[in-house]
Structure formats: C-alpha cells, structure tokens
C-alpha cells in the first residue's frame, strides 16, 4: 500500500508499506492493504511502518489523523515526524526529566489545558526515548 507521512514542514516518509501501526486516540490502529477507508486521530506516541524488505520503521509522531482512502491510499498528518536517527537522546532524557518535574508539581485539574501541555511534554519526551532504543 501507498503511505505518506506528511507535517508542517514537508514529507517526512513517502513509499510503499506492507502494514502501519499507528497510536491512535483509543489505542493502537493497524493497518493492512485493502483496509476500509477510515479517519482517525492520532496521540503522540510509536508510529511503525513496515516497508517490505526491511526492518520495521519506528517513528515518533506527534498527534494529527491517520487516513485511509478508497483506494487503499494512507496518509499520516502530524505536527512531527522523526526517526531514531534524528533523536537527540541525551536531550530526550533531559526534557523528560525537566516534563515530569513540572507534572508532577502542577496543581492544575487533569482536564485543564495546562495540565494536558505538560503531560504531553512528557509523551513526546518518553516517545523519543521509545523510538531512539528501537533502532535497527
């Protein structure tokens, strides 16, 4: 199947895939050739594609939607897109570090934007943590 993942700042991944896990809203989406068409949105977190040939691509992604065309087209649009190569992970820790310190002191109700920034500070962070130890 046909797979573009694209963000603000261009094509990150364009190519063919024999199947996608994506970190969908409710859990984990995958997908095959010939999936039905579907819309979802994405959370930060592990975005996997699996390139026929290769070893699986983990990739780091930051919210945005998922999309499967009629024609079997999938399309991932998300705020970022890196692979473990581009993923200072000395920076990582640090940022995870610095995240979880202001989480943990908030005082911020759970469902308050405040809060919701500062957990996903610590998503992103853990991810990048994630993706960089799954190099191939």
């Known amino acids: 199947m046909k797979v573009e993942i694209v963000t603000p700042v261009g094509v990150k991944f364009a190519g063919e895939a024999s199947q996608i896990v994506a970190p ?6 995958g997908i095959l050739a010939n999936h039905e068409p579907i819309l979802a949105g994405l959370r930060t977190g592990v975005c996997t594609v699996h390139v026929p040939g ?3 691509q983990p990739l780091v992604v930051d919210g945005g939607y998922l999309h499967v065309t009629e024609a079997g087209q999938v399309t991932i649009a998300t705020e970022l897109c890196e692979a473990w190569q581009e993923v200072n992970v000395d ?3 640090a940022a995870l570090e610095t995240a979880t310190i202001a989480l943990l002191g908030s005082k911020d109700a759970t469902t ?3 809060w919701q920034a500062k957990k996903h500070d610590v998503d992103l962070a853990e ?3 994630r993706v960089a130890g799954a190099r191939p």
């Open 127 to 129: 991810t990048r943590i």
């Open 91 to 93: 920076a990582a820790r």
């Open 24 to 29: 969908g809203l409710l859990g984990d989406l």
């Open 112 to 114: 308050s934007q405040a």
């Open 54 to 56: 290769n070893e699986p």
